[in-house]
């Protein structure tokens, strides 16, 4: 996830992690997505800096195998970020709702923003404690995250 | 799927070691699917677990002639071409010594 650096002449055209979250800021779907993969989320700047660092340290990283996650990426989540951030303005009617808050923990029902994503009670995760205890590496969140995506974007609507 | 992904993972690598000396590391992106079982409740997966589950289910689809969904395929790849990576490690550490990391990511 994260903002791309070449933009697709279509937003149509972006890849399977970004194509799900254009169609809701851009309105083009009525339902939320299903969640990709795991449901795990990070951010792509988070991935290419755990690739540099596994080369820069590569006595350190021999053999050893680091998971990149944040925490947990709903889409709905996605969509709930999409709607707060563009509240009022022409962009934001359009973007898809569901039902916020629906399927993850943190949505605050009076205010409307995403103030933290977690899993529901019974969910197995996935830790990528690890690479900021090795690498030091400071997660950026998935509201920063679909932010930036969104302001991106927004050459393509 | 899954042979391609295999067979993708060891062309890289073979072409990559024509480099020589010039290769130091190899740096290796994955999937947390490589990670992750079916699991009952609350269980946190780490680095220490691997995914075996959709390769098992996959070959043994394969045996009995039945097609595999496309997402347990997805998952199959990933552990079958992640094999093929640490195989690949085990056997050309000692001539020649490429760092093989894992950076695991969604």
């Known amino acids: 996830m994260g ?3 070449i933009l697709p002449s279509s ?3 972006l890849n399977e992690t970004l194509k799900p979250v254009w169609d809701m800021f851009s309105g083009a779907t009525q339902e939320i997505p299903p969640y990709i993969g795991t449901g795990s989320f990070v951010d792509v700047r988070n991935v290419a800096t755990m690739h540099i660092w596994a080369f820069e340290n590569a006595s350190k990283s021999d053999g050893e195998r680091y998971l990149g996650v944040q925490g947990f990426g ?8 999409l709607r707060d951030a563009y509240k009022g303005t022409a962009i934001g ?3 898809t709702k569901g039902n916020p808050g629906e399927g993850y923990v943190g949505y605050n029902k009076e205010t409307g923003k995403v103030d933290e994503i977690g899993f529901l009670p019974g969910a197995r995760r996935i830790s990528g404690a690890k690479t900021v205890r090795e690498m030091g590496l400071e997660y950026i969140t998935l509201q920063q995250s679909i932010i930036d995506t969104a302001k991106a974007f927004e050459a393509l609507l | 799927m899954v042979i391609p992904a295999v067979r993708g993972a060891e062309t890289v690598l073979a072409s990559a070691l024509k480099a020589g000396p010039q290769l130091t590391s190899v740096v290796v992106t994955s999937s947390t ?4 079982n079916p699991v009952e409740g609350e269980y946190v997966f780490t680095e220490k677990d691997y995914a075996t589950f959709a390769l098992e289910k996959a070959l043994k689809d394969k045996e009995a002639g039945e097609k595999t969904p496309a997402g347990i395929l997805y998952g199959a790849s990933k552990t079958a071409s992640d094999r093929a990576v640490w195989k690949f490690r085990d056997e050309y550490k000692v001539s020649i010594p490429p760092h093989v990391d894992h950076v695991h990511t969604f």
Do not use: L, N, T
């Open chain 1, 93 to 95: 009617e359009k973007i």
């Open chain 2, 33 to 36: 699917i490589a990670v992750v």
């Open chain 1, 3 to 5: 903002p791309p650096i």
């Open chain 1, 74 to 81: 709903p889409m709905q989540a996605v969509a709930d970020i």
């Open chain 1, 11 to 13: 937003g149509s055209k």
